[in-house]
């Protein structure tokens, strides 16, 4: 059975947009997205495709960097910015009546930015002390690691803020050269949401991609990420932590192998509910971490399995004993049939909540389109959990993770905490001490 999905139409120039109509809320959702993102930033300049996208809204068509906020608001509207490896969107609300004065704004900040001198300078200065800032957020210094360590020498070890020295780096005409790149018709994908009719949504479309000029489309092919090899600790050193963040993982799988939703649906008996083995092991039966969790991302290549946990200093070497041990066991012994029959009535039953609403329905089909998902990934989800058996999910579970070749990240005060931890990774064979402000 295949579910309802968004109306599908061509955009002028080769772009697509998507309409999910409800009559529920008097909301108008509006997306502006391209196929294209950090990854594509060029060697050097780390950040300048999200610095780009940021500047459309520091001045445009006459408007200051204050008016346009103050016409947002006027509009009783939002919009906010999400920067991805393969993708740069725009999220926008807005009350229905409000709606062409929200797309006239819209076509203004897409088609006429002005990149002034002195708002690029300011967001400079605001970018870096974003980046400063976020050392003080131990899952995010985690999350970092992590990507630089599984991803070496890929596009996506990079993060899409950038760095220190890159955003250093960026002058106003790096960040005129990301929009012309990055805003081009071809790439556009548009949706729209609620209180909106298919031709209504059509015109609307039309006004958007005509603001968007011409050009050739953005190669977004990053090659296929390596596994890596042995087991290699990251240690960010960082002083006075009573708390750290451990994370554990290695490349996962790809939407378009045979064995993602086994493999989607086993991950999620290893950590994927309240009631996971994770949490029974780590949450429940220890007391060492609040939250713990393991899951798959998905992106245009293979991407990361992460298993995570918050356990106190003094017992994160226990715990990341025992998150290798419950991965060791996950991949030697399979799940049980119990334990897949449980999970896959929470997949199936808990799907509801990822479709009841039309913004949401429409993310599922922008998402397909913008990662290059198989077109049926969302719409036949349900059947696909359904499918899987206890074969497959133990089959895909022992094919794409190895437990004796994974990284482990570790955020915590290494005086304290890095020795303990070596000593319960059996098998370690590299061990890096990075400080929590080396970049």
Not at 112 to 135: N, W, Y
Not at 166 to 182: K, L, M
Not at 405 to 411: A, P, Q
């Amino acid at each position: 059975m295949t579910a309802h999905q968004p109306v599908r139409f061509d955009l002028d120039g080769g772009g697509v947009g998507f309409v999910e109509s409800s009559a529920a809320v008097p909301l108008v959702s509006i997306v502006v997205s391209v196929r294209s993102g950090a990854i594509a930033d060029p060697a050097g300049k780390d950040g300048v495709c999200r610095f780009a996208a940021r500047m459309l809204r520091r001045g445009a068509g006459g408007r200051s960097a204050q008016e346009i906020e103050a016409s947002i608001d006027r509009l009783g509207a939002e919009l906010s910015l999400d920067v991805g490896p393969s993708t740069v969107s725009f999220h926008g609300q807005v009350i229905r009546r409000n709606v062409d004065k929200f797309v006239d704004l819209l076509t203004s900040l897409l088609g006429q930015p002005t990149f002034d001198p002195a708002e690029v300078a300011r967001l400079k200065r605001e970018t870096s002390a974003e980046i400063v800032e976020a050392r003080d957020s131990d899952r995010a210094l985690a999350n970092l690691a992590f990507r630089r360590a599984l991803f070496p020498g890929h596009p996506y070890a990079r993060s899409a803020a950038g760095r220190l020295p890159t955003i250093d780096a960026i002058g106003r005409d790096d960040v005129v050269a990301a929009y012309d790149r990055h805003f081009v018709r071809r790439d556009l994908v548009l949706g729209f949401a609620g209180a909106i009719s298919v031709d209504e949504a059509k015109v609307i479309a039309a006004r958007i991609t005509s603001a968007v000029k011409e050009g050739p489309p953005l190669p977004m092919k990053p090659p296929e990420p390596t596994a890596p090899t042995g087991r290699r600790l990251v240690f960010v050193d960082k002083p006075e932590r009573t708390q750290t963040q451990t994370l554990i993982g290695s490349l996962g799988t790809w939407p378009h192998d045979e064995d993602h939703v086994p493999l989607v649906t086993a991950t999620a008996v290893l950590g994927g509910t309240f009631t996971s083995r994770m949490m029974r092991e780590i949450r429940s039966k220890r007391g060492w971490s609040y939250g713990t969790s393991a899951r798959l991302s998905i992106e245009r290549r293979r991407h990361a399995f992460t298993m995570a946990a918050a356990p106190a200093a003094a017992d994160c070497a226990p715990c990341t004993e025992l998150m290798l041990e419950l991965l060791e066991d996950f991949v030697a012994k399979g799940i049980s049939k119990r334990e897949l029959g449980f999970i896959k009535n929470y997949l199936v039953r808990s799907y509801a909540f990822e479709i009841d609403t039309a913004p949401k329905r429409l993310g599922q089909a922008i998402e397909t389109e913008l990662l290059e998902l198989p077109a049926d990934y969302h719409t036949r989800y349900v059947d696909h959990v359904k499918d899987v058996t206890l074969e497959r999910a133990n089959a895909a579970a022992k094919m794409r993770l190895d437990p004796q070749n994974l990284v482990v990240i570790v955020v915590g005060t290494a005086a304290d905490t890095l020795e303990a931890v070596k000593a319960k990774i059996p098998g370690l064979t590299a061990t890096d001490v990075v400080p929590f402000d080396a970049d």
